[in-house]
């Protein structure tokens, strides 16, 4: 079994746990809630952006032409694509670029992305790919699943199901599982490692859709008593 099946079997119970969760329901029929989906585009424009930086620094360890040349390209068009959407969200709601950046992340996204960076500095490169993996199939697999819940008719949040079953997201994702079996016919020793670099990535996508839905806080009150 290819090792990107092996990781997705792994994660089954995540998976069906996203699937069921109100966020990702409620968008596919149109019902999510404003502030719920613009805590979304604020904390996961902050997430993209060390998302990108991740795979920039995948590409500088990475130690052949192709591997390199194709890591780099996707962070690049995760600046200038993927994050375009977002800000074409934000705008919708009269927020601007300059208002997205300022944000502070949420625990959770502070969780995930300080995940990832580590395991992009410290992981081998085989655990950055079976860590990165769970948002790009992740989004896929989710959006696909919201499609088939989703009505005939349009509706607000259509253009972030569109984006994330594009053919363009497919061919990207296509890529990241290619990646994830090379690094597991390369070595297979290190599918342990894989394996729970990428349920710690799946729990907190999980927890992602569970932060933009809850529209989480960090509780503290600024006054001191």
Same mark, same amino acid.
């Given at each position: 079994? *290819?090792?990107? $099946?092996?990781?997705? &079997?792994?994660?089954?119970?995540?998976?069906?746990?996203?699937?069921?969760?109100?966020?990702?329901?409620?968008?596919?029929?149109?019902?999510? $809630?404003?502030?719920?989906?613009?805590?979304?585009?604020?904390?996961?424009?902050? @997430?993209?952006?060390?998302?990108?930086?991740?795979? *920039?620094?995948?590409?500088?360890?990475?130690?052949?032409?192709?591997?390199?040349?194709? #890591?780099?390209?996707?962070?690049?068009?995760? #600046?200038?694509?993927?994050?375009?959407?977002?800000?074409?969200?934000?705008?919708?709601?009269?927020?601007? %670029?300059?208002?997205?950046?300022?944000?502070?992340?949420?625990?959770?996204?502070?969780?995930?992305?300080?995940? #990832?960076?580590?395991?992009? @500095?410290?992981?081998?490169?085989?655990?950055?790919?079976?860590?990165?993996?769970?948002?790009?199939?992740?989004?896929?697999?989710?959006?696909?699943?919201?499609? $088939?819940?989703?009505?005939?008719?349009?509706?607000?949040?259509?253009?972030?199901?569109?984006?994330?079953?594009? $053919?363009?997201?497919?061919?990207?994702? &296509?890529?990241?599982?290619?990646?994830?079996?090379?690094?597991?016919?390369?070595?297979?020793?290190?599918?342990?490692?894989?394996?729970?670099?990428?349920?710690?990535?799946?729990?907190?996508?999980?927890?992602?859709?569970?932060?933009? @839905?809850?529209?989480?806080?960090?509780?503290?009150?600024?006054? %001191?008593?």
């Amino acid at each position: 079994m *290819a090792t990107s $099946d092996r990781l997705l &079997d792994a994660g089954a119970d995540i998976w069906d746990a996203q699937k069921r969760h109100p966020f990702v329901t409620e968008l596919a029929d149109g019902t999510l $809630d404003e502030d719920a989906f613009l805590t979304w585009v604020r904390q996961d424009y902050r @997430y993209l952006l060390d998302y990108a930086r991740v795979f *920039a620094i995948a590409g500088a360890r990475a130690r052949d032409e192709e591997t390199m040349t194709r #890591l780099f390209d996707i962070a690049h068009t995760t #600046l200038a694509e993927e994050l375009d959407l977002h800000r074409t969200f934000a705008a919708e709601y009269g927020l601007s %670029r300059g208002a997205l950046e300022s944000v502070d992340k949420a625990p959770t996204c502070v969780a995930y992305t300080n995940f #990832l960076l580590r395991t992009a @500095y410290e992981g081998t490169l085989p655990e950055i790919a079976a860590a990165i993996y769970p948002c790009g199939q992740g989004y896929l697999d989710i959006a696909d699943h919201m499609a $088939d819940l989703a009505p005939m008719a349009d509706h607000r949040y259509t253009p972030f199901i569109e984006k994330y079953t594009s $053919d363009e997201f497919r061919e990207v994702v &296509d890529w990241l599982r290619a990646f994830v079996d090379q690094c597991g016919d390369r070595h297979p020793d290190q599918y342990p490692a894989m394996e729970a670099a990428f349920r710690t990535s799946a729990r907190l996508e999980y927890r992602f859709w569970e932060m933009a @839905y809850r529209q989480e806080e960090w509780g503290l009150s600024a006054a %001191r008593s």
